[in-house]
């Protein structure tokens, strides 16, 4: 059986936003070295809280509500590309 067809429009109000990030250039290795500083390699939100070595609670990762983040990601790896290309060490933001 086929699904109901929705007539209404949903706009998506964050496309301009994340059509933005997708179109930045990276043109220096300042500016890559700075994304690659300010975005993080990993989610710094997932955490384990332990008392006295016994597990409590566990947070999962919440980057994946944020709703820029493939873009974001993107972002940090075209940088690293951008300086890998250029015959730069990335290890340092691994």
């Keep these: 059986m086929l699904p109901p067809i929705t007539l209404f429009f949903k706009p998506d109000l964050l496309s301009p936003v994340r059509r ?12 890559a070295h700075r994304l690659c500083r300010l975005i993080p390699a990993s989610c710094p939100f997932a955490r384990e809280i332990k ?19 493939e873009q ?19 290890a340092s933001y691994c």
């Design 72 to 90: 974001i990601i993107e972002l940090r790896f075209r940088a690293l590309m951008y300086l890998a290309d250029r015959g730069e060490d990335v």
């Design 20 to 31: 933005w990030l997708s179109s930045i250039d990276i043109q220096s290795p300042t500016q």
């Design 51 to 69: 008392v006295f070595d016994r597990f409590l609670l566990q947070i999962p990762p919440l980057c994946k509500l944020n709703p820029f983040y």
